[in-house]
C-alpha cells in the first residue's frame, strides 16, 4: 500500500486534486482556459528551478544559491543586451553564468567537503552582491523588444516559458529516470559511501547536480527577465524556498535518495494553483502568506514518512 | 616475544604449485599514531578460499581496504595475476577485477536489486553521442537472472528495492554483485554476522560455488565453524601482522586459535 502511495504520487497527486475540485467549485473562473493558462505561466520559473533543486536534494544536498544565481545571470544578460550584444550571445552568457555559479557551489561541496547549506548560504550572498554591484542597484530597463518572445510569446495558444518548461521537465526526466547519470544521481544520495565503493565517481555526479541547478536558474532568470522586460537586482529573492517547496510537497525525501520530477512537478502545481486560487478569490494579501503557510504544512503532515523516514 | 615467522619476500603459495592471483607483500600501514599493519603478507589463488582470521584490531579490515583500493599501503607491495599493482581507489580496484563485499557497505536501499547489481558499471546504449547515456534495465535484468541461477540464488523480482530484502537475501545480491562481473578475486566482509542459521548456509554454499567456478576468495571471518566449512587456508593476522598460515586440512581448530590468541608462542617458548 505504502508502495504503490509513492510510486504512482497518490499524496501529493490527490492534495493537487483536491485543491483543484474546491477550486473550481468556488470559483466560477479558476476552471477556465485562460485562467489555468495563466497558472501554468506563473508556474514556469519556480518549476524550472524545483527541476534543478529535485537534482540537488536527491544526492541530500540543498541550493539556496538559486535566486541569487537567476538575478544575476538575467541582469548580466540585460546589461549586455542594452550594451547592443546580440540577443543569442547574451543568453549563452546568462547560461554560461549560470553554470559557473553552480561550478563554484559544486566544487566547495564536492572537493572541498563543506555542508551544502552552508556554501550556497555563502554564495547566495554573493551572487546577489555581485548582482548589486553589475546593477549598481537599479532596474535594468530598455532591453530590445526582440528578446520578449521568450516570455511573452504564445505558440498555438500556449506561452513559450510553458513548452519551454515542458521540454526542458522530459529532459530532466529522462536524465534522471532513464540514464546512467541519473541511476548515479540516486545512488551517491542513497548512500554515498557504497556508491563510492562501487566504483561511481560521487565527485563527479555531486559538481553535475549543482551545476544543472545553476544552469536553469539561468534559463529561469532568461524567462523571468524577458516577460517583465526588466532584470531588478531584487529578482528572484526567496525563490529558493519555492523551489524546495515545491520539491518537498512532491514528495522527495531531504535525506536524498527517494524522490521524482513528476512529484516536483505535482508540488510546484500545488503551489501555483494555491497563489492563483487565493488571488482569484480575492483573499487579503496579508492573509495569502498566512494561508499558503498552513497548506504547505497540512501537505506535509499528510506526507510526512518522508520527511521524518 | 617472538612471532611465528612467516617469509616476509617469499611467496607464501598453497603448494600446489599454481601462481597466485594475489601476492601481498610485507604491507605496512599508519593511520596517525597506530600502526596498523607492520608486515601482512598473503597469497590467494584462482578457485581457493582463504580465511582472514584475527582478534579484533588485528588488522583484517585494513587489509582488505589496501587490496580494494580504499586504502593504499605506506610500504610493501601487492602483486595481482604477478604485476605489482597500485590499488588507488576502488574504482581501479574493480577494473581489475577485485570485488569486496563490505559488511554494511555493500548495497543502496533505495534502489532495486538490478541497479544494485549493476551500479558503477551499468548497461548502456547511447542514443545520441555527448548526451547522458541511457540504462538498459531489460537487458541488465536478462544478464543477471542465468548468472543468478547458476549459483542457484533465489530472490524476488529484481525490480524490488533492496531496502525490503531480507538480510541473507541482501548479503546473496552482494555477493551476486560481485559475480557478475566476473571478477576474479571477491573478498568478503564477515559475509555471515548478521545473518540467521539457514541464511549462513546459503551464503557459505555460494562462496563454494564461486571457489568451484575458479574465483578467489578471500574472506574476513569470527566465525570458526564458517572458516573451517570453506576455507582451503587460514591465514592469520595479530597485532597487524601475519603470524601464521595454516592448510586446513593440516590444522586444527585449537592451532589457529593459538595463533590468533599469541599462546601459540607461549606453548613454543616452553618447550
Redesign the interface.
Known sequence: MANVLRRYHLGPLIGFLLLFIILSIVSPQFLTFGNLRNVALQMSVNTLLAVGMTFVILTSGIDLSVGSTLALSSAIAAGLMVGHTPIWLAVVIALVVGLLAGLLNGIFIAYARLAPFIVTLGTMTLFRGMTEIYTQGTPIFNIPTGFSWLGTAQLAGIPVPVILTVLILVAAWIILHRSIPGRRIYAVGGNEQVAYLAGVRVKKYLLLVYMVSGVLAAVAGLVLTSRLGSAEPTAGTGYELDAITAVVLGGTSLFGGEGTLVGTLIGAAILGVIDNGLNILNVNSFWQDAVRGAIILLAILLDRKKVTR | MTDVQVPEDQPVTAGDGTAPLLSVRAIRKRFGAVQALQGVSLDVHPGEVVALVGDNGAGKSTTIKMI?G?ETPDDGEIFFEGQPVHLTS??VA?RLGIQ?V?QD???????DIV?NLF????L?RTLIPGL????RKSEMEKRAIPVLKELGINLPPLSTLVASLSGGQRQTVAVARAVLWGSKLVMLDEPTAALGVTQTKAVLELIERLAGNGVAVLMISHNMTDVFQVADRIVVLRLGRTVANFVKCETSLDQVVAAITGSAEEVAIQE
Open positions: 580494494s580504499v576502488p574504482a574493480e569486496t563490505y557497505l555493500a548495497l543502496c536501499d533505495n534502489l541497479s551500479l558503477g558499471r551499468e548502456h547522458p547515456k541511457l540504462m
